[in-house]
């Protein structure tokens, strides 16, 4: 995962699937960046290299977004591309959470 | 509790020796001997033995066949065996080790042994002995609640039933003893509930919380008369719940069949198959509905389907095509695509079909199964 500090936003462009088998590093690394930095203002999640996402994948970017919302904080998704896209509609997470195309 | 330690050797003055070191130096112990392989087997079958010091080179029964012969026996071959031989042997020892020998020292024993190695290494034993048995204890203890946790979970999912109106079939296949999915269809003031939910991970947590959403759900059909209002009490409860536990989120199905209508509603679930028997007809019921557990107040829409008879319902988890190959996100596709190709098999017999489907997409991966399936077929009468 490349991590870059932008503008206040945290930017994590995710390099794995998130399957149940990466997402516990991921959500490690991560959880570790926004106690270090806690005058972030929101995180974008770069989904342009993940391939595959099961429900683990999918359970671990809610979560990261519940962290961020409770926080009163933005959360994005970027890089998603037509089939994750239509996979979260299917979940009617694009009425919570701000996704952009890749 | 006094210690038992047996010494195996054919010369009489190195037990004696082994026997005076032993005692002096370690306290609350029993020193027992044998004098042959014959003999150390008997004391092990008869007495509850701590640690054994085994001499290699021994007449008849050697010390190599005497550690085969212990470790062969599922009472025996936890006891901690330390060797000893002449320095000469040294290609016996690299084999007692092999064969899971603990530890051993060589002949002669030097004052150094005597005053400080051979106690630690005695002392290590007996203490690794002992944190094995309770590690033993702790994993049998730990099975058998897991055996009952299977059971209870087994009972409340039942696979077949008949009601007046419908027939249900269904599989499930949790890829530990107990899994996050679930599937249920009861008959209430005569129309027919039914549900299918997929906790996300698999285990003990994702039973659990399995179980809360069957028992809401069991509570909730007795009070509403539709599924998104179903659905809805369970997202309460679930929201609540996941506030505090977030490696967790679930979908669901749940839905009604009244008559010759079928009301259906879904939280983020893969699609429902219908078949429709006088068309002959495969087609995909999909509904966009939120996860549970995501949004507080989420609103979840219900569709309407006739259903007459012989028409067939399939719902099933994503456990079903998820095979961790990673290639494409519409596995469910897959599914619908396979029930299609398939659909003449249908009208003869429900139970074989749902069973090929099954072996189907288990078969598809290399793997097998890596998530719980959950499959449910619901027959209209």
New interface residues.
């Given amino acids: 995962m490349d991590i870059f500090l932008k503008d206040n936003i945290f930017i994590f462009k995710i390099k794995t ?1 998130l ?2 088998t990466t997402i516990k590093g991921l959500l490690i690394n991560i959880k570790n960046q926004i106690d270090e930095y806690k005058e972030y203002e929101g995180i974008e999640m770069n989904l342009e290299e993940v ?6 994948g ?2 671990f970017l ?2 990261i977004y ?2 961020v919302n409770k926080e009163n904080k933005k959360f994005k998704l970027t890089g998603v591309s037509e ?2 896209l ?2 979260f ?5 694009h ?2 959470v701000e996704i952009e195309k890749a | 509790m006094e210690k038992n330690i047996l010494i195996v050797d054919d010369t009489q003055m190195n037990r004696k020796l082994l026997k005076e070191v032993i005692e002096k130096s370690i306290e609350n112990v029993k020193v027992l001997e044998a004098e042959d392989g014959f003999a150390a087997l008997e004391i092990l079958d008869e007495n509850e033995i701590n640690v054994v010091i085994l001499d290699i080179m021994m007449p008849q029964k050697d010390g190599i066949e005497v550690l085969q012969d212990i470790k062969k026996k599922d009472r025996l071959k936890d006891i901690p065996v330390i060797m000893w031989s002449a320095i000469n042997t040294i290609d016996s020892v690299e084999k007692a080790l092999k064969l899971g020998a603990l530890d051993y020292f060589t002949k002669p024993l030097s004052p150094n042994d005597m005053k400080v190695a051979l106690p630690l290494k005695i002392m290590n034993a007996i203490d690794y002995y002992e944190q094995k048995l309770k590690l033993i204890e702790y994993n049998e203890h730990i099975k058998s609640e897991m055996e009952l946790a299977q059971n209870l979970q087994k009972s409340l999912i039942v696979e077949e039933a008949d009601f007046e109106n419908v027939s249900i079939y269904g599989k499930y296949i949790p890829t530990e003893e107990i899994g996050g999915d679930f599937f249920s269809a009861k008959d209430v003031n005569g129309n027919t509930w039914f549900i299918i939910a997929d906790v996300s991970g698999h285990g003990v947590a994702s039973a659990m919380l399995s179980t809360m959403i069957s028992v809401v759900y069991d509570m909730s059909i007795q009070t509403y008369n539709k599924p998104n209002i179903v659905l809805r009490q369970i997202n309460k409860l679930l929201y609540k719940t996941f506030e505090g536990y977030r490696n967790s989120l679930a979908s669901a199905v749940v839905g009604l069949i009244k008559e010759n209508q079928v009301y259906i509603s879904s939280a983020g679930h893969p699609p429902v198959i219908i078949y429709k028997k006088d068309e002959d007809e495969i087609d995909q019921i999909s509904i966009d509905g939120f996860l549970l557990g995501v949004m507080e107040d989420a609103n979840f829409d219900v569709i309407q389907y006739d259903l007459k008879k012989g028409d067939v319902l399939f719902l099933y988890t994503d456990g079903l095509f998820d095979n961790g190959l990673g290639i494409e996100f519409f596995k469910a596709e897959n599914v619908t695509a396979y029930c299609h190709l398939n659909k003449t098999d249908i009208n003869y017999d429900i139970k074989k079909y749902v069973d090929h489907m099954v072996d189907f997409f288990k078969n598809k991966g290399t793997k097998g199964f890596i998530d719980d399936v959950a499959v449910l077929s619901i027959l209209k009468k």
């Fill in positions: 699937d399957t149940a391939k595959s996402i099961d429900s683990m999918i359970t809610i979560g519940k962290i089939a994750m239509k996979l509609k299917t979940m009617k997470l009425e919570i």
